[in-house]
């Protein structure tokens, strides 16, 4: 899991937190346009910062009593006349019905807040729409990413950052000053036209997840059916035994560790892939093709995924003995070992395999934790680069061989026994250790101290046919190394 993903802001633009030309802005009077939810939200936390707020309503009466008797609830041409900056808290189809107060409104900052019911609704952004309604205003994109949820629980609960954009550096400079004010994070997004792009981004829904929520259940439906046809149609048709019951529990059980455990595998594969680039390639100047830039990004989605499926498959394992099928079949065992006259039905190596099996499941579970939470943006920029890589590199590899350990002594001897290889397939943990073990292998290959020593190389800079590499004798009689250009 790369660790800019977590750190970076929301978007990759400039944070102005911090900016030391933003100066406080407490004791301004601001105005707000507009006495919805999103109005009264913005006038409570405005209050709350320091501000002076005046409402502009076009029912004052009605309306002053939703707002805190601090601010100031008048007509929409009043409440204008008394502020310089303006947040317009109304829908962009109420936009023209603001074109009376055009004079009042001239030479003043216009905070368009407004967002759309769908991605691209207009051809033009709504700041833009508005801008194009108020020539004689500067208008500011932001504070749209923010809910009235979080404007009234405070910047505390909720995402922080303020998406800023517009053509006007002042204005918008006083709008970050507010920001800042009001405890959020204003992030530069540019100029006005980023508006679009700050517009779609609250209904955008979980654009980084939908390619590894797919690969989720891709795998699921896959595994999902393979351990039908061994657990319950096999036995249906070759003995004619009703094994339904497994579906539920069961058969989703045995899924769900092995979408964990590919899934956990699919986090290292892309950067082995990636290393096997850059030693074929000789450079880590080369782009990686777009499949594996992209999967690359995913890994901390597929990592939370794998996580997911891991505690589930913990979840349903301790409740398999809760179930009423487990206690028939375990009392029929009891009465057949009765009839037959065993004394015991103790098989020491089966005891140990069990022991260890869920033993070191436990341990993988508490590193594939250690990893989820790890990569929690607040957790995450609490450590170091180098803690960071640990935990995520060195501890998700050792999580990846554990998993691997509790797969084989889940397996045991299964792969050599003829009876499990239902209509000729093999015990489904077979297929799942192909994918993990790859990884295992060339994570261990690219230890060798010839590959590791020449993909270091190529990760400070080293490239291919453009440095020859030398070896002088040293003054001591050692041997150094150096390189040089072979163009120079
Ligand atoms: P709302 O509760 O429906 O309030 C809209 C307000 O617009 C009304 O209270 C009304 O106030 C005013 N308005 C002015 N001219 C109007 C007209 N011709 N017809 C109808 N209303 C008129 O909406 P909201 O949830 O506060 O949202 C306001 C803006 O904030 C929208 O652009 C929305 O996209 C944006 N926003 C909302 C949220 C949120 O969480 N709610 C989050 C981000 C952005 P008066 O009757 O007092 O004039």
Redesign the pocket.
């Known amino acids: 899991m790369s660790r800019g993903d977590m750190a970076k802001p929301l978007l990759g633009h400039r944070s102005m937190e911090g900016d030391p030309s933003l100066t406080p802005a407490s004791g301004r009077t601001i105005g707000v346009?507009?006495?919805?939810?999103?109005?009264?939200?913005l006038a409570i936390r405005l209050v709350c910062s320091g501000f002076k707020v005046v409402v502009?309503?076009?029912?004052?009466k009605r309306?002053a009593s939703l707002f805190p008797s601090a601010a100031e609830v008048t007509f929409?041409a009043e409440a204008v006349k008394k502020t310089d900056v303006i947040f317009v808290?109304?829908?962009?189809e109420?936009y023209s019905?603001?074109c009376d107060l055009a004079d009042v409104l001239a030479g003043k900052i216009l905070v368009d807040?407004?967002?759309?019911t769908e991605i691209n609704h207009h051809k033009e952004s709504?700041a833009e729409y508005l801008a194009s309604l108020f020539p004689a205003c500067t208008v500011v994109k932001g504070?749209?990413?923010?809910?009235?949820?979080t404007l009234q629980s405070g910047a505390r609960d909720g995402n922080k950052q303020v998406l800023i954009c517009s053509n006007n550096q002042e204005a918008k400079r006083t709008v970050a000053e507010i920001a800042q004010v009001m405890g959020f994070t204003p992030v530069d997004m540019g100029c006005m036209s980023s508006a679009c792009e700050i517009e779609n981004i609250?209904l955008r829904l979980l654009p980084a997840w939908r390619i590894p929520i797919f690969l989720a259940l891709g795998l699921f439906l896959c595994f999902f059916t393979y351990n039908l046809i061994r657990q319950v149609i096999h036995p249906y048709i070759r003995e004619q035994k009703n094994k339904l019951y497994k579906i539920p529990i069961e058969v989703v059980n045995t899924t769900l560790p092995c979408v964990s455990y590919v899934m956990l595998s699919l986090v290292y594969l892309p950067g082995v892939l990636a290393a096997c680039s850059q030693l074929y390639y000789g450079t880590k100047y080369r782009r990686f093709p777009d499949w594996l830039d992209q999967w690359l990004q995913h890994r901390k989605q597929i990592g939370l995924l794998s996580f997911f499926c891991a505690a589930l498959h913990a979840v349903y394992s301790l409740c398999l003995p809760m179930r009423r099928s487990h206690r028939y079949l375990l009392i029929e065992t009891a009465v057949k070992q009765a009839v037959e006259k065993k004394m015991t039905i103790w098989v020491e190596e089966e005891v140990w395999r069990m022991e260890i099996y869920i033993s070191v499941g436990i341990i993988a579970l508490g590193l594939l934790s250690l990893l989820a939470i790890t990569s929690l943006p607040s957790i995450a920029n609490s450590l170091n680069w180098r803690e960071f890589s640990f935990v995520q590199s060195t501890l998700g590899f050792i999580a990846l061989v554990i998993s691997t350990l509790h797969t084989l002594t889940y397996g045991w001897s299964r792969a050599f026994d003829e009876n499990q290889y239902k209509f000729y397939l093999p015990p489904t943990y077979t297929l799942t250790l192909l994918v993990p073990c790859t990884v295992i292998i060339a994570k261990v290959i690219f230890t060798l101290p010839c590959i590791q020593h020449r993909l270091l190389r190529i990760r400070r800079g080293w490239e291919k046919g453009r440095y020859v590499k030398f070896v002088l004798p040293s003054a001591t009689g050692e041997f150094s190394s150096g390189e040089t250009s072979s163009n120079v």
Do not use: E, I, M
């Open positions: 346009l507009g006495s919805g939810d999103f109005a009264r939200s502009g309503s076009r029912n004052p309306k929409q808290a109304v829908f962009r109420h019905t603001l807040v407004s967002n759309n709504n504070f749209n990413v923010v809910s009235a949820w609250p």
